[in-house]
Antibody, heavy 118, light 110 residues
Framework: QVQLQESGPGLVKPSETLSLTCTVS??????????WSWIRQPPGKGLECIGY???????NYNPSLKSRVTISLDTSKNQFSLNLSSVTAADTAVYYC??????????WGQGTLVTVSS | QSALTQPASVSGSPGQSITISCTGT?????????VSWYQQHPGKAPKLMIY???NRPSGVSNRFSGSKSGNTASLTISGLQAEDEADYYC??????????FGGGTKLTVL
């Protein structure tokens, strides 16, 4: 059974780059079965899909974030990562990683809160 | 891309049935049978409840069912239980190959 775990800094300064990693166990990021995705949820608000990456390296990003987002795979570590540049307070959120199959997110990581503040 | 439209809140008494709607466009909900529903309890990660409009993952109660008509998808919960009180989100694949969520619906079990 696939399990995912997010890791990374909980505090990022404005204008800097937010970087998170998702470690996958019980499955392989090199598998063609899943896409690997990032979703975020600002405090008290709804969910937003940031984007996803396929085992081939093909990516797809939310148009509203596309200019600032990079999602990539590290097959040697069985991980995938999120980089979000030029962050502002509006990027403060719980960030989740999840596997994506037939356009459904399952399972999800437990989530990690990232606060953007000086 | 615009978020899908869900009611902000719904409520029902134990044992009753409730339905949550999720309205999009022909570029998302209406154009694909890739609508999914998620349950989120406070402080927890969302949990997949329905995928591909009406399919339940293994382990999800058959009290949860999904359907779609035109640009609107629906989640029905029958035999409401206290443990069903949570936030519910719909999601759909879009013509841009992205995925979009609804704004979420808070279910209160009275």
């Amino acid at each position: 059974q696939v399990q995912l775990q997010e890791s990374g800094p909980g505090l990022v300064k404005p204008s800097e780059t937010l970087s998170l990693t998702c470690t996958v166990s019980g499955g392989s990021v090199s598998s063609a079965t899943y896409y690997w995705s990032w979703i975020r949820q600002p405090p008290g608000k709804g969910l937003e899909c940031i984007g996803y990456v396929y085992y081939s390296g093909t990516t797809n990003y939310n148009p509203s974030l596309k200019s600032r987002v990079t999602i990539s795979l590290d097959t040697s570590k069985n991980q995938f990562s999120l980089n979000l540049s030029s962050v502002t307070a509006a990027d403060t959120a719980v960030y989740y990683c999840a596997s994506l199959n037939t356009a459904a997110f399952d399972p999800w990581g437990q989530g990690t809160l990232v606060t953007v503040s000086s | 891309q615009s978020a899908l439209t869900q009611p902000a809140s719904v409520s029902g008494s134990p044992g009753q049935s409730i339905t949550i709607s999720c309205t999009g466009t022909s570029s998302d909900v209406g154009g694909y049978n890739f609508v999914s529903w998620y349950q989120q309890h406070p402080g927890k990660a969302p949990k997949l409840m329905i995928y591909e409009v009406s399919n339940r993952p293994s382990g999800v109660s058959n009290r949860f069912s999904g359907s779609k008509s035109g640009n609107t998808a629906s989640l029905t919960i029958s035999g409401l239980q206290a443990e069903d009180e949570a936030d519910y989100y719909c999601s759909s694949y879009t013509s841009s190959s992205t995925l979009v969520f609804g704004g979420g619906t808070k279910l209160t079990v009275l």
